[in-house]
């Protein structure tokens, strides 16, 4: 096995270079390995320069994030920076792929940069609930200047090479090996006679750190993170970088960086973050279990939803054939999934030539025969039992051994579109969120009879389409739809109750959701909700109230943003939402004739009745082993339906909030409407009085 760490003199350079795949992420390991590294620099003689490199696909990607529960680690970091930054020779960092937070701080200690010309450098940290803790905004400033400091770290955007090379936070741009080219560089200071050059010893040029550059960045902050403090956090300490000595500046930012960690956005934020990653472990699937190989694809519907995934399997560089029934429907489809791509060229996302290359991977089909190489064929077709049925087997007909079909139902019984099939383990639900080619979430939905080579491939199958896969059982609406149900009868319920569109929406959006749900509604369309409702009325319990302010809507034309009116009114042209006096009066309308009593809603009300709901049905989920674990429920919610992420998700947020404050609501609304919606669930009621956590009802359960 290769050392950690190579140390080698090159004709006065000595190079270090670090190899800890798959990112090289600076881990306690790494610094060990960093400070011997040193140690061995120390004992050479004729060393004029270092050069501080990486091997493998990046150059230090960032911190060890999983250090972040743990003893705070600043001090390590710290210590071995200043080590770098108080070398009496230059040290030149070499820079290449991504390096973000920690594994660029780490150059910022160094006294030059050469990067490659695809790099790219930020500071995510925000994002997380935290501030950058390893000198980032203390040597940054000092380099760059407050201003575009304050830039990079709230926006949390990384930047290119071409960019940090303009702001000064790199000194050269490398064509071909960085490496190579640091060394060559190194040598270069040295004839010129350049002696190292401390971001310490720098001072932030005043003219950056005004204070209406403060200013403004707070308000940016305040913007662009409502109900969060960590980018507050970064610009305060940013303004310690030109009021305080490094020594002290460093010592601040340690203080409140630890500090942001222990607060609720940073600990849901680290939350989700670890539990994306663990979605892809499936505990009952044997270790021998092999993903197929899927080198060509098929898809069954050219409308949005399928040329959306048409586009994912083009982006990840694999052909697919997207059938359809007619040659008009097929035009429309192609010249969408056309549109979409040149949307993107326009907007600088992505050249003519790769533009070309995608759509040359998408091939148009009449006839189920197009089909019989694929991999995998996914059916995107609208929400019909009878009609996924006939298309199941028309399938089952021409594709070809071991070929995953998927459907990409959002509410059907899978179990039953496998019936139409002779090979039920090969079926499988591969749940898209819209638009498709967008929205990181991918529900991955399991029969009873889906084998483990097949759910492996599909599993893997989300890495090149860049998704985020969430594992779960047969049931209506799944994990995500199904908690959408409650939440979704409260907002509509409280609309016939006397409270406006805008109420509802505003106290959800204030509270953090990304869109309100009735805003939502018009965006993807009213009658959407009422023929789902009407498709499957025998799932819900007789309530004459049930999702009837839709209805009402839909009675008058109002289906939403693509009628111009829903819930709300819309201009031609415009989406932005407008109060409308009309719905107003149809919802009022409806509430008058089904009885439903009026009252006034605080924010507190909306927010509760429309979570709290919504939780209580994630906990049903958990009990009932539709979702494999907690986290899961929590990755599905904040990567497709808006949920925040600083929230940490629903069932991560229920603990924070504390579960026995979640029962008393759902109990207090029981006593106010009745328990026919308002029945909290068995593991809810279990926890809760318990004094347990759902970890340890996991851990217990095994």
Known sequence: MPEMVDVRLQDGVAVITVSAPPVNTITS????????????????????????????????SGADIGEFSGPPKEAEYRALFARLEQQNVPVVAALFGTSLGGGYEITLACHYRIAQARTRIGFPEVTLGIIPGAGGTQRLPRLIGAEKALDMIISAKPIDAKTALAYGAIDRIADGDVNAAAVAYARELVAAGAGPRRTCDMKVAADTATSDVFAKAEATAKKLYPNRIAALTAVEAIKASTELPIAEGLALEEKLGNDSKATPESKGAIHVFFAERATRKVSDIPADAKARKIEKAGIVGAGTMGGGIAICFANAGIPV??????????KRGLNVVDATYESMVKRGRLSPEDKAKRMALINGALDYKALAEADVVIEAVFENMDVKKKIFAELDKVAKAGCVLATNTSTLDVEEIATATKRPQDVIGLHFFSPANVMPLLEIVRTNKTSAETIKTS?????PLKKTPVLVKVCYGFVGNRMMEPYGREAERMTLEGATPRQIDTAMEKWGMAMGLLAVYDMAGVDIGINVHKANADKYPIDPTYYQAEVALGEHGRYGQKSGKGFYKYEKGDRNRYDDPDAIEILAKRARELQVPQSAHSEEEIVERCL?????????????????????IDVVWTSGYGFPRYRGGPMHYAETVGLKKVLAGMLKYKDRF??????????LVEL???GKTIADWEKARG
């Open 459 to 463: 599993v893997d199958l989300a890495r």
């Open 612 to 632: 709290y709901p919504l939780i209580n049905e994630g906990f049903r989920i958990l009990e009932e082993g539709v979702a494999q674990r907690a986290a899961d």
């Open 321 to 330: 054939t997207i059938l359809d029934m007619t040659e008009e429907a097929l």
């Open 688 to 690: 809760a009085n318990g």
């Open 674 to 683: 009745g328990p026919m919606h308002w029945e909290p669930a068995g593991l």
């Open 29 to 60: 390991e790494v610094r060990s390995a960093l400070n011997g590294a040193l140690d061995q620099v120390a004992k050479l003689e004729g060393v004029r320069a270092i050069v501080l490199a990486c091997a493998g696909s990046t150059f230090f």
